[in-house]
């Protein structure tokens, strides 16, 4: 690997123009000058997933981030003054400049975190290529343990719905479907090995491409592709869109373990595009796919994506949940709050992946005690409606304007500081951690600070059992 001269020449300019840039947004938020303020946090955030991408490679937690970021930090302003509007539940009274304010800032301190873990950061050459990462036993074993975790994740799903239904419950649509497992009780952690399987899955096809693998690597390859593709099917009959960009997101962790990362180029901003686009398809259908899969009839998908009125509804970010952020943000505003939380909901996120089972009063979610204080009607709706959250008013909740400061200067440094151990280490296992946390990195913008620990805990800790399992069935055969 070659070092990064990191701030010199083109990346330091990239560095200090999208810093410039996210202070000069904020000054213009604070001035009342929302659209001028919009325009310049657009190009910040372009600049930020720019020098993201040439630092750590598009495939980073940094990268998404920014990008992430960018998406639902811009997407509800822009609908608000284009003058389509959020959704009617956030309703008129929208807090344009105070949120573009915060979400200027938080952009500036992430900015200034990653600057400073990535100071020394790397630059990624092929690993085969270089001889530093060659198929030998111990990755053969990997892949095999993939193979388990991918088999194991299959069942698992299974298992979960068979308890709400079976699979005729994804008939019911993807509302139905999440707030029956979020009842569940001692309910399976599928989701954190379906993105283990495919993170091996992708490394098998890297791997694949370079060597031909023995036939039971390939047979194991094979394997770790059952629980993913289940899920993948399953999460696109009911349009779970996040799910699936975690799995892609997978994918491409394990993909680019032996080779350079891509940068942003037009080729990746093609296949973005087709990504959004055919999401927002999903999206706009979703409610109906189920029932026309059943019934054959595909006549009323085919109307409403085949109506450019309906596409020009649906394709508006600012229309689902990238507009979420801004019109949370505004609720919260509207109804006065006398005291911080002082870091309470960050302590007590640490407690969500813990069964209630074992702690039946553990606290609830500040997403959900946020939704039953601003949207109280959204909970007579099911135990997982709401409007989403945003972790940057999470951070305002806690320490106010400071908070915003503090938090994403640490949350910069920690997805910088991961990636430059990502992008250094010849072993799979970092990379695969990275792999597990992407989800976590997409959809933190409107999402809370919860328990990132616990889909890498899950995951890895999977993979440890499925070593041991393929290590032990080695030495007996």
Same mark, same amino acid.
């Given at each position: 690997m070659r070092?990064l001269?990191t701030?010199?020449?083109g990346?330091?300019?990239?560095?200090?123009?999208?810093s410039?840039s996210?202070?000069?947004?904020?000054?213009l938020?604070?001035?009342?000058?929302?659209?001028?303020?919009l325009?310049i946090?657009?190009?910040?955030g372009?600049l930020?997933?720019l020098l993201?991408?040439?630092?750590s490679?598009?495939i980073?937690?940094?990268?998404?981030?920014?990008?992430a970021?960018?998406l639902?930090?811009?997407?509800g302003?822009?609908? #608000?003054?284009?003058?389509?509007?959020?959704?009617?539940?956030?309703?008129?009274d929208?807090?344009i400049?105070?949120?573009?304010f915060?979400?200027?800032?938080?952009?500036?301190?992430?900015?200034?975190?990653?600057?400073l873990a990535?100071?020394n950061?790397?630059?990624?050459?092929s690993?085969?290529?270089?001889?530093? #990462?060659?198929p030998d036993r111990?990755?053969?074993?990997? =892949?095999?343990?993939?193979?388990v975790?991918?088999v194991?994740a299959f069942?698992?799903?299974?298992a979960?719905y068979?308890?709400?239904g079976?699979?005729a419950?994804?008939?019911?649509?993807?509302?139905?479907?999440q707030?029956?497992?979020?009842e569940?009780?001692?309910d399976?952690p599928?989701?954190p090995?379906?993105y283990t399987?495919?993170f091996?899955?992708g490394l098998?096809?890297?791997?694949a491409s370079?060597?031909?693998?023995p036939?039971?690597?390939?047979?194991?390859?094979?394997c770790?592709l059952?629980?993913?593709?289940?899920?993948a099917?399953?999460?696109l009959?009911?349009?779970r869109?996040?799910?699936?960009?975690?799995?892609?997101?997978?994918?491409?962790?394990?993909?680019y373990?032996?080779?350079?990362?891509p940068?942003?180029?037009?080729?990746a901003?093609?296949?973005?595009l087709?990504a959004?686009?055919?999401?927002?398809? =999903?999206y706009?259908?979703?409610?109906?796919?189920?029932?026309?899969?059943?019934?054959?009839d595909?006549?009323?998908i085919?109307?409403r994506l085949g109506?450019?009125?309906?596409?020009?509804?649906i394709?508006?970010?600012?229309?689902?949940e990238?507009g979420?952020?801004?019109?949370?943000y505004?609720?919260y505003?509207?109804?006065?709050?006398?005291?911080?939380?002082?870091?309470?909901?960050?302590l007590e996120?640490?407690?969500?992946p813990?069964?209630?089972l074992?702690?039946?009063e553990?606290p609830?979610?500040?997403?959900y005690q946020f939704r039953?204080?601003c949207?109280?009607?959204e909970?007579?709706?099911?135990?997982?409606?709401?409007?989403?959250f945003?972790?940057?008013?999470?951070?305002?909740?806690?320490?106010?304007?400071?908070?915003?400061?503090v938090?994403?200067?640490?949350?910069?440094?920690?997805f910088?500081?991961?990636?430059?151990?990502a992008?250094?280490?010849?072993y799979?296992?970092?990379?695969?951690?990275?792999?597990?946390?992407m989800?976590?990195?997409f959809?933190?913008?409107?999402s809370s600070?919860e328990?990132?620990?616990?889909v890498?805990?899950i995951?890895?800790?999977a993979?440890?059992?499925?070593?041991?399992?393929?290590?032990?069935?080695?030495?007996?055969?």
């Amino acid at each position: 690997m070659r070092q990064l001269e990191t701030f010199n020449s083109g990346i330091r300019s990239d560095f200090v123009a999208a810093s410039l840039s996210c202070a000069l947004s904020a000054g213009l938020a604070l001035s009342g000058f929302s659209a001028a303020s919009l325009v310049i946090l657009v190009l910040a955030g372009l600049l930020a997933t720019l020098l993201a991408s040439n630092i750590s490679g598009l495939i980073s937690l940094s990268s998404v981030f920014f990008a992430a970021s960018l998406l639902y930090a811009v997407s509800g302003p822009l609908a #608000v003054l284009a003058g389509t509007g959020l959704p009617d539940i956030f309703g008129a009274d929208i807090a344009i400049e105070e949120f573009l304010f915060h979400a200027s800032l938080g952009l500036l301190f992430t900015l200034l975190g990653y600057g400073l873990a990535s100071r020394n950061a790397s630059s990624r050459t092929s690993l085969i290529g270089s001889g530093l #990462v060659y198929p030998d036993r111990t990755l053969y074993q990997a =892949l095999l343990a993939g193979g388990v975790v991918g088999v194991v994740a299959f069942a698992m799903q299974l298992a979960n719905y068979s308890r709400i239904g079976g699979l005729a419950a994804l008939a019911e649509g993807k509302a139905y479907v999440q707030s029956e497992l979020s009842e569940l009780v001692g309910d399976l952690p599928a989701e954190p090995l379906v993105y283990t399987a495919t993170f091996f899955s992708g490394l098998g096809f890297a791997l694949a491409s370079q060597c031909r693998l023995p036939q039971v690597v390939r047979i194991a390859l094979l394997c770790s592709l059952s629980g993913p593709l289940f899920a993948a099917l399953s999460y696109l009959y009911i349009g779970r869109r996040i799910e699936l960009v975690g799995i892609g997101l997978a994918f491409l962790c394990g993909r680019y373990f032996v080779k350079p990362s891509p940068t942003i180029n037009l080729r990746a901003a093609v296949l973005f595009l087709c990504a959004y686009l055919s999401l927002t398809a =999903l999206y706009g259908v979703r409610d109906i796919l189920p029932d026309s899969v059943q019934t054959g009839d595909y006549s009323e998908i085919q109307e409403r994506l085949g109506s450019g009125s309906y596409w020009g509804d649906i394709i508006n970010p600012g229309a689902n949940e990238f507009g979420a952020p801004l019109g949370n943000y505004s609720a919260y505003l509207r109804n006065p709050h006398n005291e911080y939380l002082l870091g309470r909901s960050y302590l007590e996120g640490l407690s969500i992946p813990i069964p209630r089972l074992i702690w039946p009063e553990k606290p609830v979610s500040v997403i959900y005690q946020f939704r039953d204080d601003c949207f109280p009607a959204e909970k007579e709706r099911g135990a997982i409606a709401g409007t989403a959250f945003s972790s940057i008013l999470e951070a305002y909740m806690n320490f106010g304007v400071t908070g915003i400061v503090v938090v994403y200067l640490l949350l910069g440094y920690w997805f910088g500081a991961f990636d430059v151990v990502a992008g250094r280490s010849t072993y799979w296992l970092p990379r695969l951690a990275q792999a597990l946390l992407m989800p976590f990195a997409f959809t933190l913008p409107r999402s809370s600070f919860e328990a990132p620990y616990f889909v890498p805990l899950i995951g890895i800790s999977a993979t440890g059992l499925a070593l041991l399992f393929v290590r032990n069935a080695g030495q007996r055969s």
